[in-house]
């Protein structure tokens, strides 16, 4: 079994979860231009309330996977109020700076809050172990997990394409994101638009733990920082706005942390990712797949 | 980005400007502790009736297991010493009790809890649990005159050049020599290595097993290190171990990765020999997700301080039996350690007739003294580290039980 397959592999278990991620940050930024830093602490959300419904659903004798559609209710009712509590009356009165900083508040508040839960706790977490299988081909193994964490992006990803493209309100998170005054005037209602990103984005979050702790099983109230990070360059790296650039992004990110502790040295592997980040913004500064004129979805 | 960059930059000024002043008054005081000794016998009678010992330790956060079973031991210690009418300096008895301060895991908050005892005229301390959070504060106890016994902070390098530091559970270059020596013994000659380079207790681990496998002439096929102690993925470190052949991985990590991550990734990798851990190994069990497949846990073995089965002496066997009474559960290494590390400061106050930081400093340095404690009778070599035995524990896992078994194998030891 080749060294060379193996690393693949892992890359894209690395990176399935990457993309996942990334394609909630996309999205939100690609509607209304904020980077969510709060999202990776909304997969933390999604982590613990699966920590608590996987076990409560197989008790009841439903499959313990079921229970993401609780944590998804979960996460977008958190991403809802983080909307209405913190970015919208900061988006009235302030500019982007002011947003951006408001998501950095808004992901240490949440994650402290966390930790001040008892029930949450801020001690760690290990959840219920959900598709834990290997698939066998030869000498060559990927697990299952990887696998539906690979199929389950590239399901969202058309699925929201679609109903970017196609869908009502997908149309009016098109308008509102080209030019926010001209949709108010065309009577979209903005702020209604905008909260059903952040649901959506936040319910993308809850889908994309239940990935993440199949293949990591451990939830913290911390887990969504580092995440969040590699899952925003991700975003970026393949051109933040663009759907298929944030799956893109996110892949090649896991496969180059792979190939580097392969290949070169585990220390090294942060190093290559964003080196490679800053060359692919030197030559293409909108990222892989992104637009250079405005971003769209 | 921004938010990791900020906490570094953060982190990076405290530590810079704490450990400027701790190394400007650092020699003062260790300088003359035998002639403050004479004084402080009459002088620093502690006020009151009770005396404080200080205590540290990660009661919350990922290493959470070893600062709260810690915090159990040296209550269940102070517990029975002033059941048994306290701690006699003079003819005066004193009652101990606690001031606990959870470091999290952090070096940061580490230094704070240092800090903050020091400024409440604590003068004994306990802690912290790793050797990461302990290094970060000896300088400081050091300067202050702050008696400062670690439980469980292993790396070598703590006590050597500390006066003030002492520690009641083996060191680093004592277990990786144990562990290379069990692996001589079972006949493994293939030996892997998976550690963190950027870790003082993984990466002093890692110096010793392999320095000490080098003597005992074990061939190390294949060495791995990952970006950072909190890594998730250890699948690319072990396809190298299955591809060099090796029999037998040494793995100096702590319970919070082996039990999600490491163990069950090295097993899909394709490894299936055995995987050796050091101290930090121990609780495992309580990190190992519903749902697993138990029988990765198989032959995942480790070097411990301490065992219930093997415990034979009157104190071991009392401890044993009055921390299952009380808290219902059988006790750990750090039960164990933290418990003797309340003994320890008992016997030396009462040697020096004093609970000043100083006094007591000088007592604990005497090398001829033995401890009788829970985890052995040793006493401290010229560093202030013990001189004891290890144990040998390794998980199991029967094909039907509901969870895996930790067995005490043997006692380890290098003559």
Same mark, same amino acid.
């Given at each position: 079994?080749? +060294?060379?397959?193996?690393f693949i592999t892992t890359g894209l278990r690395l990176g399935s979860v990457y993309a996942l991620i990334a394609l909630g940050y996309?999205?939100?930024? /690609? ?8 999202? /990776?602490?909304?997969i933390?959300?999604? /982590? ?10 197989? $008790? ?31 988006? &009235? ?27 949450? *706790? ?8 959900l598709f834990?299988?290997?698939i ?6 990927i697990s299952v997990a990887t696998l539906i964490t690979i199929v389950v992006s590239a399901i969202i990803m058309i699925? %929201?394409? @679609?109903?970017? @493209? $196609? ?37 993308l979050a809850?889908v994309a733990a239940l990935m993440y702790i199949a293949q990591y099983? =451990? ?8 995440l969040?990070?590699y899952a925003?360059?991700s975003a970026?790296?393949g051109?933040?706005?663009?759907l298929p650039?944030a799956m893109l992004g996110g892949i090649i990110i896991g496969i180059v942390q792979s ?31 992104? &637009? ?6 | 980005?921004? =938010? ?9 000024? !405290? ?77 005066? #008895? ?22 903050? !005892? ?5 003068? %004994? ?33 703590? +006590? ?23 692996? &001589?013994?079972? *006949? ?11 870790? +003082? ?31 998730v993925d250890?699948s ?126 000088? #007592? ?52």
């Amino acid at each position: 079994m080749s +060294t060379f397959m193996q690393f693949i592999t892992t890359g894209l278990r690395l990176g399935s979860v990457y993309a996942l991620i990334a394609l909630g940050y996309t999205m939100v930024y /690609g509607i209304i231009k904020l980077i969510n830093f709060a999202h /990776g602490d909304f997969i933390m959300v999604g /982590g613990y309330t699966l920590f608590f419904t996987i076990p409560a659903f197989m $008790k009841l004798g439903l499959p313990g996977w079921a229970a993401v559609f609780i944590a998804i209710i979960v996460c977008a009712v958190v991403g809802m109020l983080v909307e209405l509590l913190a970015y919208r009356p900061v988006r &009235k009165r302030g500019n982007n700076l002011t947003s951006l900083i408001t998501a950095i508040a808004m992901s240490f508040i949440l994650e402290n809050l966390a930790q001040a839960i008892p029930a949450i *706790g801020p001690d760690p977490r290990v959840p219920y172990m959900l598709f834990n299988n290997d698939i066998k081909i030869g000498s060559f193994s990927i697990s299952v997990a990887t696998l539906i964490t690979i199929v389950v992006s590239a399901i969202i990803m058309i699925g %929201l394409y @679609q109903f970017t @493209q $196609k869908t009502k309100i997908g149309r009016a998170m098109r308008c509102v994101s080209e030019d926010k005054q001209a949709a108010v005037l065309m009577g979209i209602n903005v702020n209604k638009v905008i909260i059903i990103t952040f649901a959506i984005g936040a319910g993308l979050a809850a889908v994309a733990a239940l990935m993440y702790i199949a293949q990591y099983p =451990k939830v913290t109230t911390t887990m969504g920082a580092t995440l969040g990070i590699y899952a925003f360059v991700s975003a970026v790296l393949g051109g933040i706005g663009s759907l298929p650039g944030a799956m893109l992004g996110g892949i090649i990110i896991g496969i180059v942390q792979s190939g580097t502790s392969t290949y070169i040295s585990s220390s090294m592997a942060d190093t290559f990712v964003y080196l490679i980040l800053i060359v692919v913004l030197m030559v293409k500064p909108a990222g892989i797949l992104g &637009k250079n004129i405005g971003e769209k979805v | 980005m921004k =938010k990791r960059f900020l906490s570094v930059l953060l982190t990076g000024t !405290l530590a810079l400007s704490l450990t400027a002043c701790g190394a400007a008054k650092e020699a003062a005081p260790a300088a003359e502790p035998a002639a403050e000794t004479a004084e402080a016998t009459e002088a620093a009678a502690p006020e009151g009736d009770t005396i404080t010992l200080g205590l540290i330790g990660p009661m919350t956060g990922s290493l959470a297991v070893y600062g709260t079973h810690i915090q159990s031991g040296a209550e269940l210690a102070i517990e029975q010493i002033n059941a048994d009418g306290g701690v006699k300096i003079g003819d005066k #008895a004193y009652m101990l009790t606690t001031e606990v301060k959870d470091d999290q895991g952090d070096s940061t908050e580490c230094l704070n809890s240092i800090n903050a !005892l020091v400024s409440d005229g604590i003068s %004994l301390v306990i802690g912290s649990a790793t050797s990461g959070c302990t290094s970060a504060i000896t300088s400081v106890a050091n300067s202050e005159g702050v008696c400062l016994i670690t439980p469980s902070g292993t790396s070598d390098s703590l +006590t050597t050049t500390m006066d003030y530091v002492f520690r009641t559970c083996f060191k680093d270059s004592f277990q990786g020599e144990l562990a290379a020596k069990y692996a &001589k013994d079972e *006949g493994f000659s293939k030996i892997g290595i998976v550690y963190c380079s950027a870790d +003082t207790y993984s990466a002093g681990l890692r110096d010793a097993f392999t320095a000490a496998a080098g003597k005992l002439g074990l061939e190390i096929v294949a060495e791995e290190s990952v970006a950072s102690m909190a890594e998730v993925d250890y699948s690319n470190q072990f396809n190298k171990m299955v591809s060099a052949g090796a029999e037998l991985v040494f793995t100096p990590f702590y319970y919070d990765v082996m039990g999600p991550y490491l163990v069950p990734q090295a097993r899909q990798a394709g490894f299936s020999g055995v995987l050796l851990g050091a101290d930090g190994v121990d609780n495992t069990e309580t990190t190992i997700p519903d749902g697993m497949d138990l029988s990765v846990y198989n032959d995942v073995l480790f070097v411990n301080h301490y065992a219930t089965e093997l415990a034979t002496s009157d104190v071991s066997s009392k401890f044993v039996t009055t921390y299952t009474d009380k808290y219902g559960e059988t006790p750990n290494n750090f039960d164990a350690l933290g418990y003797d590390a309340v003994l320890v400061y008992k016997a030396a106050m009462e040697k020096a007739g004093s609970a000043d930081g100083a006094a007591v400093q000088a #007592a604990l340095a005497d090398t001829s003294v033995v401890y009788d404690c829970a985890s052995g009778t040793f006493s401290f070599d010229e560093t202030g580290t013990p001189i004891k035995t290890g144990v040998l524990v390794g998980y199991s896992y029967e094909a039907g039980a509901s969870e895996v078994t930790k067995t005490a194998i043997k006692v380890l030891s290098v003559e």
